[in-house]
C-alpha cells in the first residue's frame, strides 16, 4: 500500500518589510500522512499555507526542515524520478497548467515518453486516448488534437488529471482543483477525482477552504491555521463535531453561503525579532480565541480528542500541565 508521511514539516520564507528583512514561517511542524485508497483534504483560509505544504509534497519546493517520505506496497521507500512518478499534483488554474502551443495529445504522450510507460507511437496514441476516456473526455480522438484554448475550464482540469494520472501517479495532491471553475461544473470534476482515486487506489491530499465539499469527497480532514494543524481526523468528527476553536467557527459559518469568507486567517506571523529566529510561540489562534487561557501563550501540543481524531489546543490537554 502506497503511503506518503509528511513529518515535522516547516518552511520559512525571507521577506523584506521596507528597509527591515524577517523570516515568515509559513508551514510550522505539519505531520500528516496519506493513504493508498483515501482522500485527505487540508483545509484551511487564503495565507494558512496550503499551497506551500502541497508545492513541498510535490518537490517543487524544498522544505527548511522535517521530512516528506513515499514508500510502496512492501514499505520500500521511493526517491529521485520514481517520486515523481508517484507523487502528481493537479493545479487550481488549468490554463495557466496547460501550454497554450501544445495539443491535448503532446500534453499527455510527453509524460508515457518521459517516464518511459509506452512502447512506440501507436501505443503512446492508445494510451492518450485511453487517458482521455477515463476522465470522461469523449470522442478521444477528437479531443486529443485540440489545443487548450479550444476547450472549456471543465474540459482543461480534466485534461490535467489525466496529464497526473499519466505517469502512473500513485499519489495526487489537487490544490483547489475546482475554485477557478464554473460552480455548475465543479461537482462533475470533484466526483471524477473521487472515482478514479477508488478505481486507482489514490492517495489524494484535496487542498480546499471549502469545508463542505471537505465533508462530502474526504475521508479524512485536516484543518490548517497560519500553517499548522490544528485539528485532524475523519471527515465526519472534525467538521460535524469539532473540537478546536477555529474549527468550530469554521463549521459554523459553512453552512451558510453568505457567511463563506468571513472567517479569514491573518498572514501568518513574521517570525524572527523578538521571539529568535524561526520560533514561534504559543497558539497562533490565541489572539482570535474566545476561550483563551494563559496557557495558550505556550505552544500546544497535539491532543486525542476521540477515536483518530486530534486537536492542537490546550482545552484537551491534561489539566496539570
Ligand atoms: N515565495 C514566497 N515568498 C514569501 N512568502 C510566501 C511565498 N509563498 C507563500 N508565502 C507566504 O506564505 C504564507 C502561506 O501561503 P500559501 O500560498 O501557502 O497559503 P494558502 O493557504 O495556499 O493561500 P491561498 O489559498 O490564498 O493560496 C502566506 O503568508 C504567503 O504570503
Redesign the pocket.
Known amino acids: 500500500m502506497t503511503e506518503l508521511a509528511v513529518r515535522d514539516l516547516v518552511k520559512d520564507?525571507r521577506?523584506r518589510d521596507g528597509v527591515r528583512r524577517s523570516r515568515?514561517r509559513?508551514v510550522d511542524d505539519v505531520s500528516f500522512t496519506l493513504t493508498a485508497g483515501r482522500t485527505t483534504a487540508l483545509v484551511?483560509e487564503?495565507?494558512?499555507?496550503?499551497?506551500?505544504i502541497a508545492r513541498m509534497v510535490a518537490r517543487l519546493e524544498s522544505p527548511t526542515s522535517g521530512r516528506i517520505v513515499v514508500s510502496t506496497d512492501d514499505g520500500t521507500e521511493v526517491s529521485g524520478r520514481t517520486y515523481r512518478d508517484h507523487v502528481q499534483m493537479v493545479f487550481q488554474d488549468p490554463f495557466a497548467s496547460l501550454n497554450p502551443f501544445h495539443t491535448v495529445e503532446h500534453h499527455l504522450a510527453r509524460p508515457l515518453l518521459l517516464h518511459g510507460r509506452t512502447r512506440g507511437r501507436e501505443d503512446t496514441w492508445r494510451q492518450v486516448l485511453h487517458l482521455l476516456e477515463r476522465v470522461n473526455l469523449t470522442p478521444a480522438e477528437e479531443i486529443a488534437r485540440r489545443r487548450p484554448h479550444e476547450l472549456s475550464g471543465g474540459q482543461r482540469q480534466r485534461v490535467a488529471i489525466a496529464r497526473a494520472l499519466a505517469p502512473g501517479a500513485k499519489v495526487v495532491i489537487a490544490d483547489e482543483p475546482v475554485s477557478m471553475l464554473d460552480v455548475s461544473i465543479r461537482l462533475g470534476v470533484l466526483n471524477l477525482l473521487g472515482r478514479l482515486q477508488r478505481e486507482d487506489r489514490l492517495a489524494v491530499l484535496y487542498i480546499t477552504?471549502d469545508l463542505a465539499t471537505a465533508r462530502h469527497f474526504a475521508d479524512d480532514v485536516a484543518v490548517l491555521y497560519r500553517g499548522r494543524i490544528v485539528e485532524r481526523g475523519p471527515a465526519s468528527e472534525v467538521i460535524l463535531r469539532p473540537k478546536h476553536p477555529y474549527t468550530q467557527l469554521l463549521a459554523a459559518a459553512a453552512p451558510d453561503p453568505d457567511k463563506r469568507g468571513t472567517v479569514v486567517a491573518e498572514?501568518?506571523d513574521p517570525v524572527g525579532g523578538g521571539l529568535g529566529p524561526g520560533v514561534h510561540s504559543g497558539c497562533t489562534f490565541r489572539d482570535r480565541c474566545r476561550l483563551a487561557l494563559d496557557v495558550c501563550a505556550t505552544t500546544p501540543v497535539e491532543e486525542k480528542v476521540g477515536d483518530a481524531h486530534f486537536a492542537r489546543c490546550w482545552l484537551y490537554g491534561p489539566k496539570d500541565r
Open positions: 520564507f521577506i515568515l509559513a484551511g487564503s495565507g494558512s499555507g496550503k499551497s506551500t477552504h498572514p501568518a
